[in-house]
């Protein structure tokens, strides 16, 4: 499969390849991708070591609260800051995906920096090969506690993790047995943390005393490992757990399992079969090497097809950073992050603390009557301020058209410079009547500069209360 | 001469407590004539709930506590993002706010008497104060972190002298974090982001150096502050290594610490009040690093709880005591020099 979107400008499509691989992209970085082949910009983000690592040091040097991260507060404003600050959209936007599908939650654990660790391993190995992910997820201190694989005993299995993994993690349901699920958990047996005791007790209480919280470490415990002969999807043997692994990553139910989820978080809420066949087919070709079938959404022709772009409708971290990346409000530490991340859990997505193992229910159920008018007011407030850096930029680029500007140049540059490239003859209306109240803006008189720029922000606020901003 | 002391661990002062007794993200400490500690706290994140978290303790190296005053706001005498405190000698306290770019002055009970600073890149404004410092005439140096440069300013708040520019050339800085004085005058700045130490005289003119390319066997990442002793020695809190380091003026290392913190009074009280989780600690292993292939320091004082994680401020008492303010674990290591051949 190729791209071949016929009814798509180039700008469109890399301002709808960086709504899906990232958060959103400003008008000045699209103009330095303009010149570089689609497939080329698609290498690039798949790639994400090859870019500069965000400056944690000056984070945490004036966020002293996200140094030691223990308030959960304090982790949501990390993962929001670098979600609108990084060269590495992919590499954030994958670990939202897989922080969404391996679902943990502060609200269990009592302890943020243990699930932010997690997201790190998903930044690590979140475009390697599915088997070390799992390998590593199965070894994360948080899905050990979330999962209470600290309580999986050899002669006293705990199932949860081992449930889990093939029902919601690899396999789905149906495709097991149960005799399949208490030998995955046999097999895990042992897989637990450093003085699970102690950390439980701690995380019962929600202990910070008396010096704060401390990272879980993963153990692996032989003795209580249950090395006994263990029947898994039909194949008999001593399996420990990275034998399980190996065995369910080879599963032909795993790699559609991974494609219809890569594709409904990275394609369309709509699923489509034969994509999801095609990606499912990656994943088995390459031994489930997330990157190449990712190589393979962002090339395929559905990805860039007419009925994909902006039909997801983008999930509330993705509304609230990529509103603050345009308007540039959060490009150095400050105290307000971690009010974007407030907005966003207003929303209905409180990151690193999702509701279920299940995640979020995403697609439409992010928008409700309540959740839509905080969505409006959110992206309207930070999108308004007209001397954010980035709002200035936008209005710099209105002005550069000349000292009068109609109320069509208003709309279709204010579109533009937030690359809002594609919206529907009603909305571009509603936003030219709206326009057109009050007449022409004048950037060649000094006393109606002012002004003009305020009628700037005002038509920004307006676009992201469009349908189409909602989308993604 | 110090080089015939080694340090040992003393104690720790403090636990973590979001008001009262105890501190919450301490940033900084100053020591009254009374050898009474004034502890900042900054605690954070900026939400309504966690905004009295921000105070400054008053308590002594014995861990007595006597008291706090000061809370979380924009208001006068309220604190956002305190970042330093230093007493003068006409006893009045005297705290940085690098978020409101002000430095707010408070009477010794802690009523607030005055306030000075406002935004700005022009003489005697700030861009995010990051520390002050009383020098030997008793004016007080700041640390104008996204100035990049040392101003010095009389106690009201009148210019004396600035210095310093944006980059890594002798005299320029990179977003400067600590600054203090020793006996004779001179003025030593952590450079934060050039990974150096500079030293000036007490007019501002460049003396030397410590760097990379200026020390023997030490490489600073993101030194934090830093203090002189009395034979000239410096100790750096060295954030980025999660670690203090002793240098004489040659640059030669005399000591390195990286924590050795057991539970402070405080922290007993608790456990005694507790002792069903103190049980199970007590059988815990929690010295030993089970984590293999991960060797990013910080991960290694977020996994042990002894070590210093993130290590922002040093100050010398009168017997020659180090403590170091350690931010993340909320308490105050105490480290004491003791003869040795």
Redesign the interface.
């Known amino acids: 499969m190729t791209v071949n979107a016929e009814n798509c400008t180039k700008k469109a499509l890399i301002a709808h390849l960086f709504r899906r691989a990232g958060f959103g992209i400003t008008f000045d970085e699209l103009a330095g991708y303009l010149p570089i082949d689609y497939a080329d910009i698609v290498e690039q983000l798949l790639y994400p070591e090859l870019q500069p690592e965000l400056d944690q040091?000056?984070v945490?040097?004036?966020?002293?609260?996200?140094?030691?991260l223990?308030?959960i507060?304090?982790s949501q404003?990390n993962w929001m800051y670098r979600i609108i600050n990084t060269k590495r959209p992919l590499e954030e936007k994958i670990a939202l995906f897989w922080h969404d599908l391996f679902a943990t939650a502060y609200s269990k654990l009592n302890h943020a920096?243990a699930v932010v660790n997690q997201t790190d391993t998903f930044r690590r190995c979140g475009l390697g090969n599915f088997r070390t992910l799992l390998l590593e997820l199965s070894r994360d201190p948080a899905m050990i506690f979330w999962l209470d694989n600290k309580d999986n005993h050899r002669g006293s299995p705990n199932e949860n993790y081992g449930r889990e993994l093939l029902e919601l993690f690899s396999m789905g349901i149906g495709n097991y047995s149960e005799d399949d699920v208490k030998a995955c958990a046999r097999a895990f047996s042992g897989w637990t943390i450093?003085?699970s005791?102690?950390?439980s007790?701690?995380a019962s209480?929600d202990?910070?005393?008396?010096?704060?919280?401390?990272?879980w470490?993963?153990?692996y415990v032989p003795e209580d490992h249950d090395d006994s002969d263990k029947t898994f999807l039909g194949q008999t043997g001593r399996f420990n757990g990275d034998d399980v692994i190996d065995i369910i990553v080879d599963n032909p139910a795993t790699s559609w399992f991974i494609a219809s989820k890569l594709y409904s978080f990275f394609v369309s809420d709509k699923p489509d079969e034969s994509v999801i066949q095609y990606l499912s087919q990656e994943f088995s070709k390459t031994g489930g090497d997330i990157r190449k079938v990712m190589r393979s959404l962002f090339l395929s022709e559905t990805f860039a097809s007419d009925k994909t772009r902006l039909a997801r409708v983008k999930s509330p971290a993705e509304l609230v950073a990529g509103t603050a990346k345009l308007a540039g409000s959060h490009s150095f530490p400050?105290?307000?992050t971690?009010n974007l991340a407030?907005d966003a859990n207003f929303m209905g997505q409180e990151i690193l603390n999702p509701p279920t193992v299940e995640g979020w229910h995403t697609g439409i159920e992010w928008i409700d009557t309540g959740n839509l008018v905080e969505r409006i007011n959110s992206t309207a407030l930070e999108i308004g301020d007209t001397q954010q850096p980035g709002v200035r930029s936008i209005i710099n680029k209105v002005r550069t058209h000349g000292g009068v500007c109609t109320a069509k140049d208003l709309v279709d540059l204010s579109l533009d410079a937030m690359c809002q490239f594609e919206v529907s003859a009603t909305t571009k209306e509603s936003l030219l009547k709206y326009a057109d109240m009050k007449g022409p803006l004048y950037f060649d008189k000094e006393d109606q500069i002012g002004c003009s720029e305020q009628r700037v922000g005002e038509m920004l606020q307006l676009i992201v209360a469009t349908r189409e901003y909602q989308l993604a | 001469m110090i080089s015939t002391y080694k340090f040992e661990y003393s104690h720790t002062v403090g636990f973590l407590a979001n008001q009262g007794r105890g501190f919450n993200n301490p940033v900084d400490l100053a020591f009254d004539e009374h050898g009474l500690m004034y502890v900042l706290n900054r605690a954070g994140p900026e939400v309504g709930i966690r905004l009295p978290y921000k105070r400054i303790t008053i308590c002594n190296a014995n861990e007595d506590y006597l008291g706090e005053f000061g809370t979380g706001g924009q208001g006068d005498g309220d604190l956002w993002w305190p970042s330093s405190i230093a007493i003068s000698k006409d006893h009045r306290i005297f705290v940085a706010d690098e978020a409101l770019n002000r430095v707010t002055v408070f009477d010794m009970k802690g009523q607030f008497l005055n306030k000075w600073g406002v935004k700005g890149g022009r003489e005697g404004e700030f861009n995010r104060i990051s520390y002050i410092a009383f020098d030997s005439e008793d004016n007080l140096l700041v640390s104008d972190s996204l100035n990049n440069r040392i101003q010095l300013f009389d106690k009201d708040g009148h210019v004396i002298n600035v210095w310093g520019i944006p980059g890594a050339e002798d005299g320029c800085f990179n977003m400067p974090w600590g600054v203090c004085v020793d006996k004779g005058g001179n003025i030593y700045v952590a450079d934060w982001r050039n990974d150096r130490i500079q030293k000036f005289d007490p007019s501002g003119q460049f003396i030397r150096k410590w760097d990379s390319d200026h020390l023997a066997t030490v490489k600073f990442n993101r030194p934090a502050s830093l203090a002189v002793d009395s034979e000239f020695n410096i100790y750096v809190a060295d954030w980025g290594n999660e670690r203090v380091i002793v240098i004489d003026q040659e640059g030669k290392l005399i000591t390195e610490l990286y924590g050795d913190s057991v539970p402070s009074k405080w922290a007993v009280d608790y456990f005694d009040a507790n002792p069903v989780e103190y049980q199970e600690r007590l059988k815990a292993d929690l010295n030993t690093d089970f984590t293999t292939g991960r060797t990013d320091l910080r991960d290694k004082s977020a996994r042990i709880e002894k070590f210093l994680w993130g290590p922002t401020a040093i100050k010398l008492d009168s017997e020659g005591r180090v403590f170091i303010v350690d931010s993340c674990r909320h308490r105050v290591q105490v480290y004491k020099p003791v003869p040795h051949n």
Do not use: C
């Open positions: 040091d000056v945490r040097r004036y966020n002293i609260d996200q140094n030691s223990m308030l507060e304090s404003a920096k450093a003085n005791v102690y950390m007790e701690r209480r202990s910070i005393w008396p010096h704060g919280r401390l990272d470490q993963f153990v400050d105290w307000t971690v407030m």
